[in-house]
Nanobody, 115 residues
Framework: VQLVESGGGLVQPGGSLRLSCAAS????????MNWYRQAPGKDRELVAT????????NYADSVKGRFTISRDNAKNTVYLQMDSLKPEDTAVYYC?????????WGQGTQVTVSS
């Protein structure tokens, strides 16, 4: 199982980024997928979840209305569109999957929101 995030970077407040997580080694279309983040000195927190078909999504209150999780099961990829970014969104963002075989994390991608 492999989860590989990409798309992080430095962005100004109010800007946008789209993160991608490419999955392999399991039947991607059978599992819900999640994005977490961890800011320096803070616990890792759940940002967004999407069901296996993409029919339902859930978000942390802190990102509702600004972030959108989506997936392309044909490409085995889950996305996180982040708009209206704030300095407090600065963190390492991780892709996460809870499978029958175990729980898996990507390596993370750094998002820094700063002017």
């Amino acid at each position: 199982v492999q989860l590989v995030e990409s798309g992080g970077g430095l962005v100004q407040p109010g800007g946008s980024l789209r993160l991608s997580c490419a999955a392999s080694g399991f039947t991607f279309s059978s599992y819900a997928m999640n994005w977490y983040r961890q800011a320096p000195g803070k616990d890792r927190e759940l940002v967004a979840t999407i069901t296996s078909t993409g029919g339902r999504t859930n978000y942390a209150d802190s990102v509702k209305g600004r972030f959108t999780i989506s997936r392309d099961n044909a490409k085995n990829t889950v996305y996180l569109q982040m708009d209206s970014l704030k300095p407090e969104d600065t963190a390492v963002y991780y892709c996460y999957a809870a499978l029958w075989a175990g729980r898996y994390w990507g390596q993370g991608t750094q998002v820094t929101v700063s002017s």
